[in-house]
């Protein structure tokens, strides 16, 4: 007999020992520790979530609730790591993502500016056309353990985008 990758749930660790069991019982020898391989991925999501919740309210992944962030009165040019943290930009990045993907006519709104902001040219920084491309916001999931940062890294392709399409109180911790 071989060995077993699984989650770390304790039901798999109970499988294994009752498994050893009844192999017993035709003269098989397994070792449920021995033959158990802890599931990598899973954690690596555990470590990540552990090292997010730190600095974020985790409870919001899943909260379909209005999330009103803090108005940061802070320069985002200036301020520090603390400063940008204490505006929790996981949670703000969450409840922008969220507000857009919940409703059918925020999405069509917003994927609207994407277009029109293309075809138009309205995205420029120091009067160079900055390229957007036609991408959907990523909501970021619990059990996927880079989500959190492929969301923040697709609101930040998005960026141009968001600064016309969101108030500007939203955009304060992204600078």
């Known amino acids: 007999m071989g060995h077993w990758t699984l989650d770390n749930a304790e039901v798999n660790q109970t499988f294994l020992v009752e498994l050893a069991t009844l192999l017993e019982e035709h003269e098989i020898i397994f070792d449920p520790l021995d033959s158990r391989i802890m599931c990598f991925p899973h954690i690596i999501n555990l470590c990540t979530q552990e090292v997010v919740e730190g600095f974020s309210n985790m409870d919001l992944v899943d909260c379909e609730d209005d999330y009103i962030p803090q108005d940061p009165s802070i320069n985002p040019v200036r301020q520090t790591f603390e400063e940008a943290i204490s505006c929790d930009p996981i949670a703000l990045a969450r409840a922008t993502v969220c507000r ?13 500016t994407v277009k029109n902001g293309i075809e138009q040219e309205w995205f420029r920084k120091d009067g160079q056309i900055i390229p957007v491309k036609s991408l959907e916001l990523l909501r970021d999931v619990k059990t996927r353990w880079d989500s959190v940062f492929q969301m923040i ?20 911790c992204f600078g």
């Open 100 to 112: 857009i993907r919940a409703s059918g006519l925020r999405r069509e709104s917003f994927e609207d």
């Open 153 to 172: 890294k697709r609101l930040r392709l998005m960026r141009p985008v968001c600064f016309i399409y969101l108030p500007s109180t939203l955009l304060i």
